[in-house]
């Protein structure tokens, strides 16, 4: 098998490395330029949002939100963006366009992700921030998980830097036909210990690496239940990486998911309204909770 290359991967995703991304150039355009480009705010909300900032003394992003025009996590997208925002042109086929918030962080599913983000990131308020293990756990939620997942990824790397994203989806993959990168050396690989070199591709989106599932085995498949996955993740040296893992139960299977993440930050279960049962979100949530792990909440997709 041919793994990947060191000349591939960046330092940071070498086994030892410690160098960072190097910033993006700050864009030119001001805080309220880009607010109404991009539809958080009306041209026509400039002006007094201006004013009530002049006579508070306070920057226009506070003012904004003095106002109610903003909210606190709108306004750090914005200053976001305005110190180089990584976004791609609309049509961009290195990324399927699924993946709303690599293109338009306007649209309102992208605004839902962010708040999900939020949420997790909430409930990991006793973890170090710069590094967070986070998770999304399909129980029996199809497509529109993984779609969540590759969104909440983008968003990770857009406001909080390097992010890698797990498929641990091993017998049904799908990140790496969102984000258009070949499924060759992956997760699989890294677990049964033939990966040469940390298995993580660098995707179209600034900051944000991919562990492709692999390729499937059932050797593989059943490691990922034999310890917990924070204690394989911490093997791979990337401690200023805030990592997402994808994981997927399907109808009939009981997965001992609390086992496999303990010791994560927080967890979001992502359920279908008419299709996962009852039983399966119950037997999980309890399971998680005997592990003390932190549920962020969940989502029906």
């Known amino acids: 098998m ?28 001001d805080f309220a330029q880009l607010a109404v480009e991009h539809g958080f705010l009306a041209e026509t909300d400039i002006g007094r949002i201006e004013a009530h900032g002049h ?9 904004a939100i003095d106002l109610g025009l903003l909210d606190p996590e709108t306004a750090g997208i914005i200053l976001a963006m305005q110190g180089g925002f990584p976004l791609l042109a609309a049509g961009d086929q290195r990324v399927d366009p699924l993946v709303v918030s690599a293109f338009d962080p306007a649209d309102a599913y992208a605004a839902k992700v962010r708040t999900i983000r939020a949420k997790m990131r909430a409930a990991a308020k006793d973890s170090d921030g710069a590094a967070l293990r986070l998770a999304i756990l399909s129980i029996d939620a199809g497509d ?18 390097q992010t890698m994203l797990v498929d641990v989806d091993i017998d049904r993959p799908s990140l790496d036909r969102l984000f258009r ?3 060759k ?25 991919l562990m492709t599932a ?3 085995s059932g050797s ?3 490691l990922v239940t034999k310890g917990p996955l924070a204690d394989t993740a911490a093997g791979w040296g990337l401690h200023d990486t805030s990592m997402l893992f994808y994981l997927a139960q399907r109808r009939g299977e009981q997965t001992p998911f609390g086992s496999i993440l303990a010791g994560f930050d927080a ?25 003390n792990i932190s549920i962020a909440g969940s989502v029906i997709a």
């Not at 041919?2 to 355009?29: E, F, N």
């Not at 006579?55 to 506070?62: E, L, S, T, V």
């Not at 529109?144 to 830097?161: P, R, S, T």
């Not at 677990?191 to 690496?209: E, I």
């Open 2 to 29: 041919r793994l990947r290359s060191t000349a591939s991967a960046h330092p940071h995703l070498t086994a030892g490395a410690t160098t960072g991304l190097k910033p993006r150039a700050r864009d030119t355009k």
């Open 55 to 63: 006579a508070a003394g306070q920057p226009f992003q506070q003012a």
């Open 144 to 161: 529109e998980a993984a779609i969540l997942a590759a969104n909440l990824a983008v968003v990770m790397a857009q406001m909080d830097g």
């Open 181 to 183: 990168v070949a499924n």
């Open 185 to 209: 050396a992956g997760l699989a690989e890294q677990l049964l210990g033939s990966a040469a070199l940390l298995p993580a591709a660098r995707t179209a989106v600034d900051g944000l690496w």
């Open 214 to 216: 692999g390729r499937a």
């Open 220 to 222: 593989a498949s059943s």
């Open 267 to 291: 967890v979001t279960i992502v359920a279908r309204r008419g299709e996962t049962a009852i039983a399966d979100m119950r037997r999980v949530i309890d399971d998680l909770d005997r592990h």
